[in-house]
């Protein structure tokens, strides 16, 4: 086991592995940027190195400052938590040319399944249900008018690296098919430094749902149920459950068969989420990999008991997984809402400033993962996620009832918040009796 990691992150996700670390009795070096000099988690860890300004070109997401960090002390290896650097192929090869453990699967997984276009590809030959599109990058806008008009419009255009809901649009007819394909590779090509699209059949009210898998180096791949993440805007996740009240357990059981079946045949090792769109006749349809921890992993945590995070590490340090797959036992409902700095009232537009009042909820069941405390700053220049707020029940209309009163008592001030939202959202009919679509949000509000 690693004696020493450092955190290549910042935020909720930096303070969930610091406190992960001292409970494995491992020291934890966490870096950050001197927008985050004055962060009271980096008070938790053993040591703390500085790598830059605030602009994340310019700290997170330099790998030589933060392999140069973790060179001066010491350390055996690097989580680099979510976003950032934590799908980066490159990186994790740059950690282990330089002798230091990446804390995730290998760089040729990474490339294979955080690819869209090529985890599609291999999707198709391991006989997991794809939407119909691309076989292939779209090199040329002829080529793409002409695989829509076989598929049919809407069709959906997606960045083959990244994630997040950057590189995507939707296209309704080959107007805006055309204009759109130049809008999505050139946020592409800004957030990931790659602009290649593809174009896939868009699914008109899908449910999205993911399945959490973890895999080991011998071999081992293990599935940690689902989770439903179809409340979103702008494919950015709002809110997510588990058990997904829209699958049968039929569907649940072929689905999370075929994510196995997807990341055994890739060789994937760590922790890792596969995602699918179901449609209203429980067919389901394979998009894509996220080759990292996911922000939402306490939902699974808490229907199954298991530590994530902790059982990165130990795959990283070269353990197998010791669990059976009839040992992993989905219990009770659990719901996540993402506590965010934005304005709902204002098309979800980020915010940032000082933050005065940070109350948490509490009680049996709840969970709050964040790293704010009162007179934190949010700075503009990250992502808006204040922290979680995470609830478990024995069952789902519990859970609803819990979230409804935490939501009650959560009180963040002065800046907005997306605490709003999810008052009304827990209180809307459709919500209760488990009826949503990934484009409820946007249509409802």
């Known amino acids: 086991m690693f004696s020493r990691i450092l955190i290549a992150n910042r935020g909720e996700i930096a303070l969930r592995i610091i406190r992960a670390c001292r409970e494995m009795g491992i020291q934890s070096v966490c870096v950050y940027s001197e927008a985050d000099r004055n962060a009271p988690y980096l008070h938790l860890a053993d040591r703390t190195v500085c790598i830059g300004p605030a602009a994340p070109a310019e700290s997170y997401l330099r790998s030589d400052r933060i392999i140069a960090a973790a060179e001066m002390t010491n350390v055996g290896a690097i989580h680099p938590g979510y976003g950032f650097l934590a ?20 760089a040729e997984s990474m490339r294979r399944l955080g690819d869209k276009v090529e985890a599609k590809r291999l999707a198709k030959k391991h006989k997991v249900p794809t939407v119909p599109g691309s076989d292939g990058p779209i090199e040329e806008d002829d080529d793409a008018v002409k695989l829509a008009k076989e598929i049919g419009y809407p069709v959906m255009i997606k960045a083959a690296a990244g994630g997040g809901g950057r590189g995507m649009r939707i296209a309704h007819n080959e107007a805006t098919l055309i204009s759109s394909l130049q809008q999505a590779r050139v946020e592409a090509e800004s957030a990931f430094r790659d602009g290649t699209v593809y174009i896939e059949k868009f699914v008109e009210k899908p ?7 973890l895999g080991d180096r011998q071999g081992k791949v293990i599935h940690l149920y689902e989770r439903d993440c179809t409340l979103q805007r702008r494919y950015q996740k709002l809110i997510e459950e588990s058990p997904s009240p829209g699958l049968s357990s039929s569907t649940r059981s072929e689905l999370c068969r075929a994510a196995v079946r997807l990341a055994k045949a890739a060789g994937y090792y760590s922790a890792g989420t596969l995602e699918f769109l179901v449609d209203k006749h429980q067919k389901f349809y394979f998009i894509e990999m996220n080759t990292r921890i996911q922000v939402e992993h306490p939902v699974t945590e808490m229907i199954t008991g298991q530590d994530l995070i902790r059982w990165q590490i130990r795959i990283a340090a070269g353990e197998s997984i010791d669990l059976k797959q009839r040992d992993i036992k989905s219990r009770g ?16 537009r980020p915010m940032a400033g000082r933050v005065d009042t940070f109350q948490p909820a509490g009680g049996l069941g709840v969970r709050v993962d964040t790293h704010v405390v009162p007179g934190s700053v949010i700075s503009p220049s990250y992502d808006s996620l204040l922290g979680k707020l995470i609830v478990h029940r024995p069952t789902r209309d519990e859970a609803i009832a819990c979230m409804r009163r935490c939501l009650d008592e959560f009180q963040v001030g002065p800046i907005p918040t997306t605490i709003s939202l999810y008052r009304e959202i827990l209180r809307h009919e459709a919500f209760i009796k488990g009826n949503v679509d990934t484009g409820f949000i946007e249509r409802t509000w």
């Not at 990186?91 to 804390?103: G, H, K």
């Not at 449910?207 to 898998?213: L, S, T």
């Open 333 to 348: 409902a659990a719901i996540e809402c993402r506590i965010n700095a934005e304005d709902p009232a204002n098309g979800f």
């Open 87 to 106: 799908e980066n192929a490159q990186f994790a090869e740059q950690c282990r040319e330089s002798r230091i453990e990446f804390i995730g699967p290998s």
């Open 207 to 213: 449910r999205h749902v993911e399945v959490q898998i």
